[in-house]
């Protein structure tokens, strides 16, 4: 009897160790940012789109969801008949991180130049559930028909309006394709990119209806 009482008492515990992660591990939800739609008129009228990461709150009368630690964004681009727009992904950028810049003195001005440490360090973030994060998406310039997607890398090409030749998204309705890791975990969703003329309102995201 007490063989099977201790028996028993170890598959309990092995229960709830499962339930406990099951209901605190992190549960991401990629989304459109209400207010992720950002208009500026420096080096000419562009706009940034930006999508929002949430970690799910706490399950019922459980502790809250544990972060999601290191997350990183990738971004796809496809056509309709499911080819690809951008010859690989492309590693999103946080705009919670800091540019990957650093400012030096040259000629009595400051200078911002490429800093590739944080080219690559700024390319994780940890998502808690009480702090939701951005991901940037993409930038178009008004009266242009491509926009491209910005990331960290797109600040190589600083003096092209951070037009990255390789991230370019030519004119037509598309799948956007967001998936980011993190910690034992990914999570992916689905967005339709419609750009449809040279304007900067000419550009509308919305979900992926399948």
Same mark, same amino acid.
């Given at each position: 009897?007490?063989?099977?009482?201790?028996?028993?008492?170890?598959?309990?515990?092995?229960?709830?160790?499962?339930?406990?992660?099951?209901?605190?591990?992190?549960?991401?939800?990629?989304?459109?940012?209400?207010?992720?739609?950002?208009?500026?008129?420096?080096?000419?009228?562009?706009?940034?789109?930006?999508?929002?990461?949430?970690?799910?709150?706490?399950?019922?009368?459980?502790?809250? =969801?544990? /972060?999601?630690?290191?997350? #990183?964004?990738?971004?796809? +681009? *496809?056509?309709?008949? &499911?080819?690809?727009?951008?010859?690989?992904?492309?590693?999103?950028?946080?705009?919670?991180?800091?540019?990957?810049?650093?400012?030096?003195?040259?000629?009595?001005?400051?200078?911002?130049?490429?800093?590739?440490?944080?080219?690559?360090?700024?390319?994780?973030?940890?998502?808690?559930?009480?702090?939701?994060?951005?991901?940037?998406?993409?930038?178009?310039?008004?009266?242009?028909?491509?926009?491209?997607?910005?990331?960290?890398?797109?600040?190589?090409?600083?003096?092209?309006?951070?037009?990255?030749?390789?991230? =370019?998204? /030519?004119?037509?309705?598309? #799948?956007?394709?967001?998936? +980011? *890791?993190?910690?034992? &975990?990914?999570?992916?969703?689905?967005?339709?990119?419609?750009?449809?003329?040279?304007?900067?309102?000419?550009?509308?995201?919305?979900?992926?209806?399948?």
């Amino acid at each position: 009897m007490d063989t099977l009482t201790f028996i028993l008492g170890i598959l309990a515990s092995g229960i709830a160790a499962v339930l406990y992660d099951q209901v605190t591990r992190p549960r991401l939800l990629i989304e459109i940012d209400p207010s992720g739609r950002v208009r500026s008129e420096d080096q000419g009228l562009h706009e940034f789109h930006h999508l929002i990461v949430r970690n799910r709150g706490k399950y019922w009368t459980f502790p809250g =969801r544990r /972060p999601a630690w290191s997350a #990183k964004a990738q971004i796809e +681009v *496809f056509e309709a008949n &499911g080819a690809s727009v951008i010859p690989r992904p492309i590693y999103a950028r946080w705009p919670s991180l800091p540019e990957p810049l650093t400012q030096v003195v040259g000629g009595g001005e400051v200078v911002n130049l490429i800093d590739q440490a944080k080219l690559l360090t700024g390319l994780r973030v940890d998502v808690h559930s009480h702090e939701d994060q951005q991901i940037a998406l993409l930038i178009k310039y008004d009266d242009e028909d491509d926009c491209h997607v910005f990331a960290n890398e797109s600040y190589l090409y600083s003096s092209s309006h951070w037009q990255h030749p390789e991230m =370019r998204i /030519p004119l037509g309705t598309l #799948k956007v394709r967001v998936t +980011v *890791f993190y910690d034992r &975990g990914r999570n992916t969703a689905e967005f339709k990119l419609v750009n449809g003329g040279p304007k900067v309102e000419d550009v509308q995201i919305t979900a992926w209806d399948r």
